[in-house]
């Protein structure tokens, strides 16, 4: 199994654009999430997802857009970039939400310039 | 909302000491887990409980439920295991984590 696959490892955008950072798992796992990490904040809960076309918004959901179309994949859209969404970004699934081991991506190191 | 708290924040210890972090949250919880990060690394799992002990090689881990409280111990510490420790819970019936601040770990050899 390759585990979650995030991609690409870094990116750097221009205020205004936009992009979807990619997030896909092969174990079958039910449940997925995007969180950033930044500076003294730990991790925040952007959006997830506890089944194919089901999500829900997490503590910081604005400026960002999910879709689950798939088990496997769980994309993230940034639908137009703002520098305060400079941050490391990082997918993570698991079996299902009520009690089982996460699984991380490597990250996202993302720059909005 | 549960508050999770991890003490200490910062932590430097020479090779070969036992440590132990700490995380205490607010609310019942379903679940709590332990995660690991490494500078400029991902994120791995290393337990997730939800009542007493667990251990793997040596690192332990307890919880107890009453008092709302959990422990991350580190057996004979090595500078490889210099990293951020991560708390985070999943309150009962809920579909979402919280996670702590993180504690900064370095073993000095």
């Known amino acids: 199994n390759a585990g979650v696959t995030q991609t690409p490892k870094f990116q750097v955008l221009k205020t205004g654009q936009s992009m979807t950072l990619q997030c896909a798992q092969d174990?079958?796992?039910?449940?997925m999430s995007w969180y950033r990490q930044d500076p003294g904040m730990g991790l925040r809960l952007i959006h997830y997802s506890v089944g194919a076309g089901i999500t829900d918004q997490g503590e910081v959901p604005n400026g960002y857009n999910v879709s689950r179309s798939t088990t496997e994949d769980f994309p993230l859209r940034l639908l137009s970039a703002a520098p305060s969404q400079t941050s490391v970004y990082f997918c993570?699934?698991?079996?299902?939400?009520?009690?089982?081991?996460?699984?991380f991506g490597n990250g996202t190191r993302l720059t909005v310039t | 909302k549960n508050e999770v708290e991890q003490s200490p924040q910062n932590l430097t210890a020479q090779e070969g000491e036992f440590i132990t972090i700490n995380c205490s949250y607010s609310?019942?919880?379903?679940?709590l887990h332990w995660l690991q990060q490494h500078p400029g690394g991902g994120i791995v799992s290393l337990f997730m409980?939800?009542?007493g002990k667990k251990k793997h090689g040596r690192l332990i881990a307890t919880i107890n439920i009453q008092e709302k409280h959990s422990s991350l111990h580190i057996t004979a510490s090595h500078p490889r295991d210099s990293a951020v420790y991560i708390c985070a819970v999943r309150n009962q019936g809920a579909q979402k984590l919280v996670f702590g601040q993180g504690t900064r770990l370095t073993i000095n050899p």
């Open positions: 609310v019942g919880i379903s679940a």
């Open positions: 993570a699934s698991s079996y299902n939400h009520r009690g089982s081991p996460l699984h």
């Open positions: 409980l939800s009542s």
């Open positions: 174990m079958n796992h039910e449940y």
